[in-house]
């Protein structure tokens, strides 16, 4: 009798305790599957949620190759030799996303630095996506002529921003809102891109570095 009061017991505070699943996959082509909507989990809740679970280590991270911290959640991306994207816990490491749609290997990733929703990939397959964490979904996508190594947001406050992007030996700028992208083109490949806070372009070029305003 005092086992089972003590079972009873157990299922009850289980069962009002949420939890937070961290195996729920979205996003991309795989619109089935369900998805886990971080809009309708308040801040507090949401840290609540994750500092509860067991710490686990993420399953099928095939051959990782990037990743970007949040500075406004408590979260990091990363991309993987599966084509896809996923976003984690930075608290208990639980695989809360991972996105779908890249036809090969993104190459870089990052957040938006002031909308937290938002991030952004390139990858090996010439394709840039925008995805919505909190559907999972990819909400822009554009494709250029070369794999793409390295993104970075414009800062531009609440809004969407340009997203640049190293292709090669080019230097396209998107405006996934317009739907325009502006291209230069360098002598030499592009290693890398960044967006200083001052909107001008930082690249990382064969050879040295330069900036250029955009």
């Given amino acids: 009798q ?3 009061q003590q079972q009873q017991q157990q299922q009850q505070q289980q069962q009002q305790q949420p939890i937070l699943d961290g195996h729920i996959t979205g996003g991309g082509d795989d619109s089935n599957k369900q998805n886990t909507s971080l809009s309708n989990i308040h801040a507090n809740q949401y840290l609540h949620l994750t500092l509860n679970q ?36 930075s608290s208990t490491f639980q695989i809360l996303k991972s996105l779908r749609g890249h036809p090969r290997t993104p190459w870089c990733v990052k ?34 002529d070369n794999p793409v190594i390295s993104v970075s947001w414009e800062w531009r406050g609440e809004r969407e921003g340009r997203i640049g992007m190293a292709s090669g030996t080019r230097l396209h700028v ?16 592009i290693r890398a891109c ?21």
């Fill in 54 to 89: 067991p710490p686990t280590k993420p399953y099928n991270a095939k051959s990782t190759i990037a990743m970007d911290t949040s500075t406004l959640l408590p979260l990091f991306a990363t991309t993987h030799g599966d084509h896809t994207v996923k976003i984690i816990s």
């Fill in 194 to 214: 960044r967006y200083l806070a001052n909107n001008r372009l930082l690249l990382a070029v064969q050879g040295g570095t330069c900036y250029k305003t955009v």
């Fill in 2 to 4: 005092q086992q089972q």
């Fill in 111 to 144: 957040f938006h630095p002031t909308v937290s929703q938002l991030i952004v990939s390139g990858c090996l397959g010439m394709q840039v996506r925008v995805w919505d964490i909190e559907s999972g979904s990819c909400v822009r996508m554009v494709k250029v």
């Fill in 174 to 189: 998107w405006d996934p809102n317009a739907g325009t992208v502006c291209t230069t083109e360098k002598k030499v490949s």
